[in-house]
């Protein structure tokens, strides 16, 4: 009784009370000899029985409550575990991905060391494993496919519909000695667990334990939840991977089923789906064979996704093609595609590039709405096509522009879609960096190597958004000569530059080449038409021809007769030392039926990372104004100083008009600047008369003469041994 004391005189026994109950007793005893226990000594052993009960108690309740507190965090981290494992299988999108969700929560989720997951193949008869971790590597082959009938675990948890639990080592090895021996390093004990999903079986999953473990039930049950989450997670990848086969065929069936041949061009093109939709997407390609032997080639991007989006790709991509076959440029083409997209419902903002190719011009004609810029590549440099850009299409925005751009033999371009340079949590300007050296990498191999060497790069890379690409080569063959025939006038020596450029950059010319010719032939071709003739009518001919590989040859022709050069050339006799400096060899060949002057100059080996003609990605509101055309001359008056800038190209054509004009914007001021920064060619016509109107201007007022170091102006200068600084300086003094 909790009131009860038992007390003979040589012991007492009294209860543990707690809380209305006894907990135990206390029995306290004296040897033989003492003295008895008395009343008083009871009621004492009492008050210790109540307060050792009391102290129990509250023992007992820690004690339980800190049974409670392990258990809840326990079962919170599992919980915890067990969300991330759902999370991480609801991410998944592949039986690959599954796997590797499932074996990589396992450990923190019931302290696993390894395991498999395998799946039954079509027709029943063999597991397949998907994923695994543990596997003895003499094992690792022969695991790989498992016969449904073979002596192991996972194949009999499949045979038989129920999990199979092996508590220990030798139990394992006795009933399952192959599956057994697969995990001989990792394994003890193991848990296989058939995945059953829909009422359909699956395959199964092992789970293999370092230690013996007896599997208390709700270890079994967490197992088994873990098991249906797999199985619920295979049966929406292998849903997902139908839907996304459904979706890739839709949208491969609306893109061209084959590619144009055209002579002298290689075209290949990709589109590749972006790995974590099943929806169509809206990004196409097309390449159109034009009746001039031209080839028309296209890329576009529907904003959207889905049927949608798929529908308006499909009109676009459509009309397009109806509006390039005619021939139309590509900036008439992109506008009336523009047009026809204001009545095509979500075609707003729809970006799109279209290109022109022409392999025996060796020219591109380009415009682009709203599209990322087109990609050159030639001999290992890259530049971006930025020029022939405007706004998207049916948004209200700027027309596209066309560009031309010449393209030397072996030279590719690619147009691609954003999904190419565009990646969740990197800038935009690295990913126009790492495409650009993709295509570099994979550019050895033609369009279609170029093409499965992006791929390759994109899916190594992680999730991307759909890529369509197309990528035309223009083949490495011979520039054919260019040959004029013109009359002996200074109107045609901007004719004579502009069409040499064009076949220079054919030929594959740097722009150090193309200066240096354009400025050796322009003093030929100038001579010839200030000397020769006398004043009366000629022509003149200029010829540009490679009769090898990396050399220009060009020739100056006429059929008049030059005059002797003067005893005291003064300012004049530049044009022939010009020629010497820039090119490796000049012949001059006077007889009395014409002279003929031959130049020769090899080109120099491209190669690198830098890219040619432009730099990466330019900033087209930072460009500078066009340095070419006809010279140009601007006029700022503050009092009495006069600041002159001078602009483009000052031959012997305009040279007069252009002196006429500085002195006009001259007259009057005491203090003059005059800057050749601007100025983008001169000829020797042109040193000359600048030479004497800087003398003039200098005798009249302080004179300033500007070009800056790295300009053509200041180059052209030096050429003939003449510092800009010293062209302020007056005349010196006739000699005695």
């Given at each position: ?40 000594d009871a009621a004492l052993a009492a008050e210790l029985g109540r307060r050792v009960g009391v102290s129990v108690d509250n023992a007992r309740l820690l004690e339980r409550e800190r049974a409670a507190r392990a258990a809840a965090e326990v079962a919170e981290r599992r919980a915890s575990q067990m969300q991330s494992l759902t999370a991480a299988l609801s991410g998944a999108l592949t039986p690959e991905q599954v796997a590797d969700a499932i074996l990589g929560h396992a450990e923190g989720l019931q302290g696993a060391s390894g395991g498999a997951l395998a799946l039954l193949d079509e027709d029943g008869a063999l597991l397949r494993i998907t994923g695994s971790r543990g596997v003895a590597d003499s094992e690792e082959e022969s695991f790989a496919l498992v016969p449904l009938d073979a002596p192991v675990a996972l194949a009999a948890a499949v045979r038989e519909g129920r999990p199979i639990w092996l508590p220990d080592r030798d139990e394992w090895e006795q009933r399952y000695p192959v599956g057994a021996a697969a995990f001989a390093q990792s394994g003890v004990s193991s848990a296989n667990l058939p995945l059953i999903a829909a009422g359909r079986t699956l395959g199964a999953l092992e789970l293999v334990f370092p230690t013996a473990r007896r599997f208390t039930p709700s270890e079994r049950a967490e197992a088994l939840a873990a098991a249906q989450q797999c199985a619920q997670a295979l049966e929406r990848a292998r849903l997902y991977a139908a839907e996304h086969h459904l979706a890739e065929t839709l949208q491969r069936s609306l ?482």
């Amino acid at each position: 009784p909790l009131d009860g004391v038992s007390a003979p005189g040589d012991a007492i026994v009294v209860p543990l009370p707690a809380r209305g109950r006894s907990l135990g007793s206390l029995a306290l005893a004296r040897g033989p000899g003492r003295r008895p226990f008395d009343a008083d000594d009871a009621a004492l052993a009492a008050e210790l029985g109540r307060r050792v009960g009391v102290s129990v108690d509250n023992a007992r309740l820690l004690e339980r409550e800190r049974a409670a507190r392990a258990a809840a965090e326990v079962a919170e981290r599992r919980a915890s575990q067990m969300q991330s494992l759902t999370a991480a299988l609801s991410g998944a999108l592949t039986p690959e991905q599954v796997a590797d969700a499932i074996l990589g929560h396992a450990e923190g989720l019931q302290g696993a060391s390894g395991g498999a997951l395998a799946l039954l193949d079509e027709d029943g008869a063999l597991l397949r494993i998907t994923g695994s971790r543990g596997v003895a590597d003499s094992e690792e082959e022969s695991f790989a496919l498992v016969p449904l009938d073979a002596p192991v675990a996972l194949a009999a948890a499949v045979r038989e519909g129920r999990p199979i639990w092996l508590p220990d080592r030798d139990e394992w090895e006795q009933r399952y000695p192959v599956g057994a021996a697969a995990f001989a390093q990792s394994g003890v004990s193991s848990a296989n667990l058939p995945l059953i999903a829909a009422g359909r079986t699956l395959g199964a999953l092992e789970l293999v334990f370092p230690t013996a473990r007896r599997f208390t039930p709700s270890e079994r049950a967490e197992a088994l939840a873990a098991a249906q989450q797999c199985a619920q997670a295979l049966e929406r990848a292998r849903l997902y991977a139908a839907e996304h086969h459904l979706a890739e065929t839709l949208q491969r069936s609306l893109l061209p089923p084959r590619l144009p041949a055209v002579a002298d061009l290689d075209v290949a093109a990709r589109y590749e789906p972006a790995v974590h939709e099943i929806a169509v997407g809206g990004d196409w390609y097309d390449a159109i064979e034009l009746p001039d032997g031209r080839l028309g080639v296209a890329v576009g991007d529907v904003v959207g996704r889905g049927a949608p989006a798929a529908a308006v790709m499909g009109q676009l991509r459509s009309a397009l093609r109806a509006y390039a076959s005619d021939g139309a440029s590509p900036a008439q083409v992109l506008a009336a595609l523009s047009r026809f997209a204001e009545g095509v419902e979500d075609a707003r903002l729809t970006t799109a590039c279209y290109a022109q190719l022409d392999p025996v011009g060796g020219v591109v004609r380009i415009a682009s709405a709203g599209h990322p810029p087109a990609l050159l590549h030639h001999d290992g440099r890259t530049v971006w096509l930025t020029e022939g850009r405007g706004a998207p299409l049916a948004s209200g925005g700027p027309a596209a522009p066309e560009a031309v751009v010449v393209v030397p033999p072996g030279s590719t371009l690619v147009l691609y879609t954003d999904g190419a340079v565009e990646r969740r949590g990197r800038r935009l300007e690295e990913g126009f960096a790492t495409f650009a050296s993709i295509v570099r990498e994979g550019a050895g191999g033609g369009p279609e190597g170029l093409c499965a060497h992006v791929v390759r790069r994109l899916l190594s890379a992680g999730p991307h958004d759909d890529v369509a690409m197309l990528a035309v080569r223009v083949a490495a063959r011979p520039v054919p000569p260019i040959v004029l025939d013109l009359p002996a006038e200074p109107a045609v020596l901007t004719r004579i530059r502009r069409d040499a450029r064009l076949w220079l950059r054919a030929a594959g010319a740097t722009d150090e080449v193309v200066r240096d010719v354009l400025l050796a032939v322009g003093e030929a071709a100038a001579n010839a038409v200030e000397h020769a003739y006398a004043g009366g009518e000629g022509t003149v001919r200029v010829e540009l021809r490679q009769e090898r590989p990396g050399e220009v040859i060009a020739e100056v022709a006429d059929r008049g007769t030059w005059r002797p050069p003067a005893a005291e050339p003064g300012d004049r006799g530049h044009g022939i030392g010009l020629m010497h400096q820039v090119m490796d060899a000049v012949d001059l060949d006077a007889g009395p039926d014409g002279t003929r002057v031959t130049l020769r100059l090899a080109l120099p080996a491209a190669g690198g990372d830098e890219p040619f003609g432009a730099p990466p990605m330019p900033d087209p509101a930072a460009a500078p104004a066009a340095l070419d055309g006809p010279g140009r001359v601007a006029v700022a008056r503050r009092g009495l100083r006069a600041r002159i800038s001078l602009a483009g190209e000052i031959d012997l054509a305009g040279v007069a008009d252009v002196v006429t004009r500085v002195r006009d914007g001259a007259q009057g001021a005491d203090d003059v600047v005059l800057d050749l920064a601007r100025v983008a060619y001169m000829d020797s016509a042109a040193i000359r008369g600048l030479l004497e109107l800087a003398r003039e201007l200098a005798a009249a007022a302080r004179l300033e003469v500007l070009a800056p170091p790295a300009s053509p102006a200041a180059r052209h200068l030096a050429l003939v041994g003449l510092d800009p600084a010293g062209l302020g300086a007056p005349a010196p003094p006739a000699p005695v």
